[in-house]
């Protein structure tokens, strides 16, 4: 990803009690299911040229979607606006059947970039609604990957948006109930809301495994331990990005006294930094690096250029490419086709 034209020394470096410091959490940044859905676009342009259409934002960032927008890639909100016989890559989020049933009505070559995260949840909603379970969906309304799971068995699957959505749930039979979760949910507002469904329903079933990903989990993990030291935490990243989104409210839930979000460099503002000497920075798993290589640019204009890192977990999943884009066009595999890339910081690189 190309870096954003940065508006260098606009932030000042006022004194403070205190050596100033930026704490980066880390994990942070990009998960698997991102990268892989990044390269599928990247790759799609490749091998068939532009333009590639894309169902949605592939993945939550703006920087992403406009970097791919610049190379050809065209964003669409459904299939119907897709010329006939188009190459459409459907993204991180995963679609429903209907969308599927739409892309081949309209004789669309689909490229799945669906995370096999969301897929792993699909798979078990179809396979609850299989055994005649209703199914509990813990989300967000409107979400793109909310919307593709509840679409895998719309009749047997009721969403549950927050702890306080319990008490009002109206369900035919209590005893043959189980839950599952959006992939990109706090992971502690999550366990509080299956605590008051199980208080509700006591024989409510867990899903086989965790719904809420690995990413999640973990950029949640290390930005915990970081708001234990930073009064102000800076997360980079998009406001529909939901797993973005949920890092501000974990920073502040575990010690921040301040956390805001931003899609770049350019929008911290001069009065956050006020008195603050410990800064810690965090990014979603869409967000590039070199987005948050821009934040400690211009932190670093502001006097704090002595940078730290807390390691919480080590990730190294990777995932395969959707099978149409693991070659190259000749038709030869190439070392892109698992979808992994390493990536580090200029800092880290001195
Ligand atoms: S946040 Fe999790 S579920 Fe979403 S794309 Fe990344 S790894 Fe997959």
């Given at each position: 990803m190309p870096r954003v034209p940065a508006l260098r020394n606009r932030l000042q470096n006022t004194p403070v009690a205190g050596a100033k410091r930026v704490i980066l959490a880390a994990p942070r940044g990009y998960c698997a299911g991102v990268d892989r859905a990044v390269i599928a676009v990247e790759k799609a342009l490749d091998h068939y040229g532009a333009p590639v259409y894309v169902r949605?934002?592939?993945?939550?960032?703006i920087h992403v979607v406009s970097t791919l927008e610049k190379k050809g890639a065209i964003f669409v909100d459904?299939?119907?606006?897709v010329p006939i016989g188009s190459h459409i890559v459907f993204s991180a989020h995963g679609v429903s059947p209907a969308v599927v049933q739409g892309a081949a009505d309209r004789e669309l070559q689909a490229i799945d970039a669906t995370c096999p995260l969301v897929t792993k949840v699909h798979r078990e909603a179809v396979r609850f609604a299989k055994q005649d379970k209703h199914i509990l969906l813990i989300g967000h309304t409107g979400h793109e990957e909310v919307e593709g799971t509840m679409g895998h068995a719309p009749d047997q699957t009721t969403l549950v948006?927050?702890?306080?959505?319990v008490p009002g749930l109206v369900v035919a039979d209590p005893d043959n109930l189980v839950w599952l979760s959006q992939t990109t949910l706090s992971v502690d507002e999550t366990m509080e809301t299956v605590r008051l469904l199980r208080e509700r329903f006591p024989n409510l079933q867990d899903p086989p495994s965790d719904d809420i990903c690995y990413a999640t989990q973990n950029r949640q993990v290390a930005i915990k331990k970081v708001s234990e030291q930073a009064e102000l935490v800076i997360v980079v990243g998009s406001a529909n990005s939901s797993n973005t989104v949920r890092l501000v409210d974990v920073a502040l839930e575990n010690g921040a006294k301040a956390a805001y979000r931003v899609d770049y460099a350019s929008e911290i503002q001069q009065e956050w930094l006020d008195g603050v000497a410990t800064v810690g920075v965090t990014s979603g798993a869409?967000?590039?690096e070199v987005l948050v290589q821009e934040v400690l640019d211009d932190l670093a204009d502001a006097g704090f250029g002595d940078v730290s890192q807390v390691v919480t977990a080590e990730e190294d999943l990777m995932f395969s490419l959707p099978k149409e884009l693991r070659?190259?066009?000749?038709g030869k595999a190439d070392e892109r086709g698992l979808g992994g890339r390493t990536r580090k910081l200029d800092w880290q690189q001195q």
């Open positions: 949605k934002q592939i993945v939550h960032n459904d299939v119907d606006e948006t927050s702890p306080a959505d869409s967000v590039p070659t190259d066009p000749s």
